[in-house]
């Protein structure tokens, strides 16, 4: 199904957990890799209306988790940042054994949850999730086992094209829409 034709809302309200892989997705999958002074630097670049998607997904109370198969220190500050409740980088891509753990953790079945991948490293997951979604640029492979092709591309807003198609499904965008601009519309700027 396309982004375009929305999504089912039972089946968005039966949804608790969503985790998004990284590369591809909450960026476009580019790498700037360094040196200084023997010091390797890696940098990512991440779509800031990515991020207030997470935000309105944390406010609905969904559990927002991270599976990425590269270990970056780039994905560690993001995560901080976004305040995700769940961060796993591994260099082994066992994307599949990392989400299991998580959900038995949680108490979350792996029908509740929706992943949002691009890519081969993805395929796992994407079989197995109750909500499988690729971005618009995700490999043919990943479009196969997807159920929701985003119309755009890795970190140039897919996330937060998601965030929005699922919070409106849920019926909640709207109010969360409200409450972000109140909270940014009251008391004195600092």
Same mark, same amino acid.
């Given at each position: 199904?396309?982004? &375009?034709?929305?999504?089912?809302?039972?089946?968005?309200?039966?949804?608790?957990?969503? $985790?998004?892989?990284?590369?591809?997705?909450?960026?476009?999958?580019?790498?700037?890799?360094?040196? $200084?002074?023997?010091? %390797?630097?890696?940098?990512?670049?991440?779509?800031?209306?990515?991020?207030?998607?997470?935000?309105?997904?944390?406010?609905?109370?969904?559990?927002?988790?991270?599976?990425?198969?590269? $270990?970056?220190?780039?994905?560690?500050?993001?995560? !901080?940042?976004?305040?995700?409740?769940?961060?796993?980088?591994?260099?082994?891509?066992?994307?599949?054994?990392?989400?299991?753990?998580?959900?038995?953790?949680?108490?979350?079945?792996?029908?509740?949850?929706?992943?949002?991948?691009?890519?081969?490293?993805?395929?796992? $997951?994407?079989?197995?999730?109750?909500?499988?979604?690729?971005?618009?640029?995700?490999? !043919?492979?990943?479009?196969?086992?997807?159920?929701?092709?985003? &119309?755009?591309?890795?970190?140039?807003?897919?996330?937060?094209?998601?965030?929005?198609?699922?919070?409106? !499904? %849920?019926?909640?965008?709207?109010?969360?829409?409200?409450?972000?601009?109140?909270? %940014?519309?009251?008391?004195? !700027?600092?």
């Amino acid at each position: 199904m396309s982004a &375009t034709a929305g999504l089912d809302a039972e089946l968005a309200r039966r949804i608790k957990y969503v $985790v998004f892989d990284v590369d591809g997705v909450m960026t476009d999958g580019g790498v700037y890799l360094g040196d $200084v002074d023997g010091r %390797r630097l890696e940098f990512k670049k991440y779509d800031i209306q990515d991020g207030l998607g997470i935000l309105l997904l944390r406010w609905a109370g969904l559990r927002v988790g991270i599976v990425t198969g590269r $270990v970056s220190e780039s994905v560690a500050l993001r995560a !901080a940042e976004l305040k995700v409740d769940d961060l796993v980088q591994d260099e082994q891509a066992r994307k599949l054994t990392a989400l299991r753990k998580l959900c038995v953790k949680h108490g979350i079945g792996l029908h509740e949850v929706a992943f949002v991948g691009d890519d081969l490293p993805d395929l796992g $997951v994407l079989r197995e999730v109750g909500l499988p979604v690729v971005v618009g640029n995700a490999t !043919a492979d990943a479009v196969r086992s997807a159920r929701v092709r985003l &119309t755009r591309f890795g970190g140039a807003g897919a996330v937060r094209e998601f965030c929005e198609l699922l919070l409106r !499904a %849920r019926g909640e965008w709207d109010a969360l829409v409200e409450r972000y601009v109140q909270s %940014r519309s009251e008391g004195p !700027a600092k």
